[in-house]
């Protein structure tokens, strides 16, 4: 995704994170969707629990498809036309001003096929997502990328 000048402001006034001593890894349950990203495991079912119990604290914006070109991953293109393209997407700030897709490729891959030019995001800054990693090992290594990011 381009960044914004939003975000590029966000970038220059990001702060380093301070590893909490006594994370909690997010817990996995039977049939959770997990977004993998090398060694982070994100929980996308409990992060999409969260932000439906805390929707006035997540940034709802609307998005260019375009500024998210088609996944490496492959997309399972008999299930595009059965997503609904109203339902939000899940952006993460992967690294500092930097936000990734990691819920809802069927989504974008079906606004492109049917011309849809935007498309409504949850934006998650890096607080907000932390917490959804899934080993805490991942997640130490998580705040030293990200620190690293900021030097």
Same mark, same amino acid.
């Given at each position: 995704?381009?960044?914004?000048?939003?975000?590029?402001?966000?970038?220059?006034?990001?702060?380093?994170?301070?590893?909490?001593?006594?994370?909690?890894?997010?817990?996995?349950?039977?049939?959770?969707?997990?977004?993998?990203?090398?060694?982070?495991?994100?929980? &996308?079912?409990?992060? $999409?629990? =969260?932000?439906? %119990?805390?929707?006035?604290? +997540?940034?709802?914006?609307?998005?260019?498809? /375009?500024?998210?070109?088609?996944?490496?991953?492959?997309?399972?293109?008999?299930?595009?036309?059965?997503?609904?393209?109203?339902?939000?997407?899940?952006?993460?700030?992967?690294?500092?001003?930097?936000?990734?897709?990691?819920?809802?490729?069927?989504?974008?891959?079906?606004?492109?096929?049917?011309? &849809?030019?935007?498309? $409504?995001? =949850?934006?998650? %800054?890096?607080?907000?997502? +932390?917490?959804?990693?899934?080993?805490?090992? /991942?997640?130490?290594?998580?705040?030293?990328?990200?620190?690293?990011?900021?030097?």
């Amino acid at each position: 995704m381009k960044r914004s000048n939003f975000d590029l402001e966000r970038l220059q006034s990001a702060e380093k994170l301070k590893a909490n001593e006594i994370f909690t890894p997010c817990p996995i349950t039977k049939d959770d969707e997990l977004f993998p990203n090398g060694i982070f495991v994100f929980n &996308i079912t409990k992060m $999409l629990e =969260y932000i439906k %119990n805390n929707s006035d604290e +997540i940034d709802l914006v609307e998005v260019l498809v /375009a500024d998210f070109p088609k996944t490496f991953s492959s997309v399972d293109e008999s299930h595009v036309d059965s997503v609904d393209v109203s339902r939000p997407v899940l952006l993460a700030e992967i690294s500092p001003g930097y936000y990734s897709l990691i819920d809802g490729n069927h989504r974008m891959e079906k606004a492109r096929k049917i011309g &849809i030019s935007r498309i $409504l995001a =949850y934006k998650l %800054n890096v607080k907000q997502h +932390i917490e959804f990693l899934t080993e805490r090992t /991942a997640y130490l290594s998580y705040v030293e990328y990200w620190n690293g990011k900021l030097k």
